[in-house]
């Protein structure tokens, strides 16, 4: 067994601070009222951390970059049925890699979307004005239901975390937080 660094701290920092901000983001709209000037704040942490996100895949350490993991369909199907033949990297696996990416663009169109919506009572996205009611409406209709997707893409993520680590005996939070992994 050896250890390896995968994780670079500002990943990591990145990656535990979009928790705490998604999370509270989620509370404090379900809050309501007042509740809004909060969601608005976590929600504008959101688009800051995207956005290193974004540049960190193409400035940070190995495995932080995008070209470490690409978005392939094939290999994670192919990881899907037979791990063993798709060759093994430390950071991302090919499914995961699948999956990070559709997490970043899932978040990409909540945060996106919030910014034109509206509650119809009294709060709005600071860009509402800039499109129609319709528009408005439509992008507020994409954010609520895109926050479906959003948490039902968290769950299968934290799902395959816990099979990770107890089925495969991986230790992949440990990893996050720490930044190594043990690998043989
Ligand atoms: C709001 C909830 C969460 C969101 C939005 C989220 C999002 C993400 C994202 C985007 C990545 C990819 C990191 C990268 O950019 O390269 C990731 C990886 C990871 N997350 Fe989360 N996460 C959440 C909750 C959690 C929780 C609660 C845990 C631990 C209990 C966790 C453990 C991990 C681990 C271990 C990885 C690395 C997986 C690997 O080795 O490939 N996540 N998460
Ligand atoms: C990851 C970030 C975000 C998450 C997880 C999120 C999630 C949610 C959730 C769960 C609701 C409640 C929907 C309902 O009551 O049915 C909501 C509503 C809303 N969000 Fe966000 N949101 C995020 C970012 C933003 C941002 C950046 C803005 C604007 C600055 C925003 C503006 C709004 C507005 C105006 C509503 C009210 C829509 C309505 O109730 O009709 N959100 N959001």
Redesign the pocket.
Known sequence: MSRIYVWDLPLRIFHWALVG??VA??IS??I?GNG?VW??R???A??VLLVFRLIWGFAGSRYARFSSFPPSPGRALAYLKDPARVPATHGHNPLGAFSVYAMLLL?CI??GT??F????VM????LRQYVSDSTSALL?TV??IN?IA?ISLIGLHLAAIIFYTRIKKEKLVKAMISGYKDVS
């Open positions: 901000c998604v983001a989620i709209a379900n309501g809004f969601h608005f976590f929600g504008y959101v688009i978040l909540q945060v919030g910014l919506a509206n509650d119809d709060w709005e996205g600071p507020t954010h609520k926050r959003l």
